[in-house]
């Protein structure tokens, strides 16, 4: 027995050290890329010494001589911080995802490779203006020099992930910054997606349904639209479509999913200190490290600092010394499916409005990591690349012996966005901005200015002009060959809504509807939020003046104007209703929630129940609303829409329909409706937590997912690689914290404000600002998560331009200097 207990501990220690040894070089094999914030380094191309200072949140401060050194410098540190992150943007953007991550993949790089994104981006390098070129050049110049650092000063391959999926790394190309913008564009579309929900949904339902279940803004009315299956014909049984954005690699996102965001602005009157307020938090999928990147340049127009995407030489978010500026998505109707007849006696060519033509075509080749490579011919139209038929499920409201092309406005190959926006952060007044946006194609944003005396908004990017006779206002897809449904050009720049120097001295966006136009002027007829907007009006309009910091308040905002409003009208027959019942029965335990709901204030704070139980009674509310109804399309709507269930309680045009079975015999009533989702809901709330409702919380199904897209899901790697955060918010706050909508925890929040800002220009340094995780990419470093929970409990890092509070805590100088010849 002595015997084998001697060998067994042996065995057990020899084991131990082995895995101490294994984790030993695992580490210090990864922590070979981590960057050094200090230093000298000689790099070619610069033409004079360049000075990093990282504040103590680890934000660069860029001062170069000449802007071609500090865009060296942005590049040397964008790199050096998020190489990993970069090169998987350009391989998305390029469509080579599969070369690392094999037939995972497949799906999106398909979708990318048709849409052309890389060669699109490559042919409009040559658009730009030399101002750009130069910043361009210079950008990826430093990226490159910084490739050069990895190969030459054994930094572990420049990122840990590169262990795991080892691929050469080309050299950076201004055209790769373009790309990086278009796909952007990608990430922020969901119109096309929306087309063909709509589509598949109007063959299921007459025309006055449709309107409850897809409604249009409730503040006007639309002319009634031609049945789908009348315009088209006979088509395929709908199915349930290829969802390639379930992949977190994918950058194309489901419609519910394509975009949000906050800005409002308070010009002189409205403002205490005497000068222009602005508050800005674009919202995107939640990832680990976060999308943003904070940075300050010196520049010869002007210091600016703010918020960048690394691979894009370009602050998107931010200030100068004079002008602030943020961004919220436009919804602006930008995509339109078009049906193409292909030719009965040749399958190479499509039906134009003059007779036949060639569809313009070629192959490409997408190589598989573990598997043979795949040949896709890639074909386009004059009116877009042909889409695969499982991309949205198009194929299911395609007619046979058609296909379906994408018309969009980010498909332009003369694509000057970057120069627009890189002329735009050199502005010095509102005016000066809105005059440099005119360039600027997609992704289409409300832009909100504000410099010291003015405040303003603009839509900026491309409108297409349609024919005021399209078959279908551009809402379903249409038939390409058909002149009226085909896109006449661009709407006027000067036409785009723009509000300057508002009268009542506020503007903002919520992604609301911004503009009450008739169709073919109308912007758009789908907009991205109908709630929040109402909750930021009565914050503004509840003082006479604003602040830095009642910016901060409304930014922070946990208030759901929906809770508010919903919660009377759908238990209006069930409150207060009944004797009290016996403890343990389902009847009690409806009485405790309704009892909680009827005092909570419709904060959806993380620390309480009622969001929980609020949340999961409206899931399962329009879950028994349209299953019988829609069958299997019934999967596709996975939040609730407020605007529905208003109208369905509402009996608004009949809408109370939705509240009866279909298939059952007596015809349930509304109120039956209402108390059996609560059941349900209380009922997966008892089988998920089991727990008292008094001593549920938010937050704990509430979590903020900041996954790393590649490692997120590797087990062991996940714990270190994911964040995870109790959250407050929710779907329709002002901190909005959208959730999934689907999966064993379809509340997590997974689509929230990357990026925070708020812009003082009475006193500019007391401006202040915070992106979700921190600023490193790499999962070792003290800053891959050193802002994350400053972001999540709602506090901010200083956004000052004065080189003397950078230097004053700086937790490290670094300095580029030129490389000197040899000869």
Not at 427 to 439: L, P
């Amino acid at each position: 027995m002595a015997f084998m207990f001697r060998w067994l501990l042996r065995i057990a220690t020899g084991l131990f050290v082995l895995f101490v040894a294994a984790v030993t070089l695992i580490w210090y094999f990864a922590s070979r890329s981590l960057p050094d914030y200090e230093g000298n380094f000689a790099v070619a191309g610069i033409s004079a010494p360049v000075e990093i200072v990282r504040d103590n949140a680890a934000v660069p401060h860029i001062f170069g001589e000449t802007d071609a050194d500090t865009f060296y410098a942005l590049g040397y540190v964008h790199a050096q911080d998020r190489l990993w992150q970069m090169t998987m943007l350009r391989r998305t953007a390029q469509g080579r995802l599969s070369e690392l991550f094999g037939q995972r993949t497949v799906s999106i790089d398909n979708l990318l490779r048709r849409l052309d994104l890389y060669n699109l981006a490559v042919s409009s390098v040559q658009a730009q203006d030399a101002q750009t070129m130069d910043a361009l050049n210079a950008y990826a110049a430093g990226v490159n020099a910084w490739l050069a650092e990895i190969n030459s000063g054994a930094r572990g391959r420049g990122a840990p992930e590169m262990w795991v999926f080892n691929h050469a790394i080309a050299p950076w190309q201004p055209a790769d910054s373009l790309a990086v913008l278009k796909l952007m564009a990608l990430q922020l579309s969901g119109q096309a997606d929306y087309e063909v929900l709509r589509a598949r949904t109007s063959l299921m339902l007459p025309n006055a349904r449709l309107s409850d279940i897809l409604p249009d803004d409730p503040s006007s009315g639309v002319a009634a639209l031609p049945e789908y299956s009348a315009m088209v014909g006979d088509l395929p049984q709908p199915t349930s479509g290829t969802r390639v954005y379930d992949d977190p690699l994918s950058p194309l996102k489901s419609h519910e999913l394509s975009g949000a965001s906050n800005a409002w602005a308070a010009g002189l009157t409205r403002s205490a200190a005497g000068s222009t307020l602005l508050a800005n938090d674009p919202h995107l999928g939640l990832t680990a490290p976060t999308i943003w990147y904070l940075t300050r340049l010196q520049l010869e127009t002007g210091d600016v600092i703010g918020a960048t995407i690394p691979g894009l030489p370009v602050v998107l978010s931010g200030r100068s010394a004079d002008v602030g500026w943020g961004v919220t998505t436009a919804y602006v109707d930008d995509q339109d499916i078009h049906l193409e007849q292909i030719n009965p006696d040749n399958a190479n060519q499509y039906r134009t409005p003059d007779g036949w033509a060639d569809f313009r075509s070629r192959d490409s080749i997408i190589r598989i990591k573990g598997a043979p490579a795949i040949t896709l011919r890639l074909r386009w139209t004059e009116n877009g690349p042909v889409l695969p038929g499982d991309v949205f499920d198009v194929g299911s409201v395609t007619p046979p012996g058609h296909v379906a092309a994408l018309s969009w406005t980010a498909l332009s190959d003369r694509d000057t966005s970057v120069s627009a926006a890189m002329a735009m952060m050199r502005a010095r007044t509102v005016e000066g901005a809105i005059d440099a946006a005119e360039d600027y194609l997609a992704p289409a944003q409300n832009l909100t200015l504000a410099d010291r005396t003015d405040v303003a908004m603009k839509t900026i990017g491309m409108i297409p002009r349609r024919d005021p006779m399209h078959i279908s206002r551009g809402r379903l897809p249409a038939y390409g060959y058909l002149p009226e449904n085909r896109w006449q050009g661009r709407m006027p720049y000067a036409d785009n809504p723009e509000f300057v120097a508002p009268e009542g001295g506020i503007l903002g966006n919520t992604n609301n509807k911004t503009v009450d136009r008739p169709f073919p002027n109308h912007v758009s007829y789908r907009w991205g939020d109908t709630q929040r907007i109402n909750r930021w009006r009565r914050l503004m309009q509840s003082r006479q003046v604003h602040t830095r910091d009642s910016f901060i308040e409304a930014q922070l905002d946990t208030v759901s104007f929906t809770a508010r409003a919903l919660l009377p009208l759908i238990g209006a027959d069930l409150w207060f209703t009944g004797e009290a019942a016996a403890d343990g029965t389902p009847e009690r335990r409806r009485q405790i929630a309704l009892t909680l709901l009827a005092n909570w204030n419709g904060e959806m704070n993380e620390h309480l129940p009622e969001p929980l139980i609020y949340a999961a009674w409206l899931r399962a509310l329009q879950t028994r609303l349209i299953q019988d109804d829609l069958g299997p399309l019934a999967t596709e709507f996975t939040h609730v829409d407020p605007v529905f269930v208003e109208r369905v309680f509402r009996d608004v045009d009949g809408a109370s329909a939705w509240c009866d079975v279909i298939q059952s015999a007596p015809v349930e009533t509304c109120t039956d409706m209402a108390r059996l989702a609560l059941d349900d809901a209380l009922q997966w709330i008892d089988d998920s937590f089991g727990t008292n409702l008094e001593t549920l919380r938010w937050g704990d199904v509430h979590q903020a997912t900041h996954d790393h897209p590649t490692l997120g899901g590797v087990p062991v790697l996940q714990w270190f690689v994911n964040i995870r955060q109790s959250t407050s918010g929710g779907d329709n706050t002002l901190m909005r914290g959208r959730t999934a909508g689907e999966g064993a925890n379809p509340f997590r929040n997974v689509h929230a404000a990357g990026y925070r800002g708020v812009y003082d220009f009475a006193d500019p340094d007391s401006s202040v600002f915070v992106t979700a995780t921190g600023q490193s990419g790499h999962f070792l470093s003290r800053y891959y998560d050193n802002l994350g929970e400053l972001w999540r409990r709602g506090e901010y890092i200083p956004m000052s331009l004065d080189p003397a509070l950078a230097r004053g805590a700086a937790l490290g100088v670094m300095t580029l200097v030129p490389q000197q010849n040899d000869d």
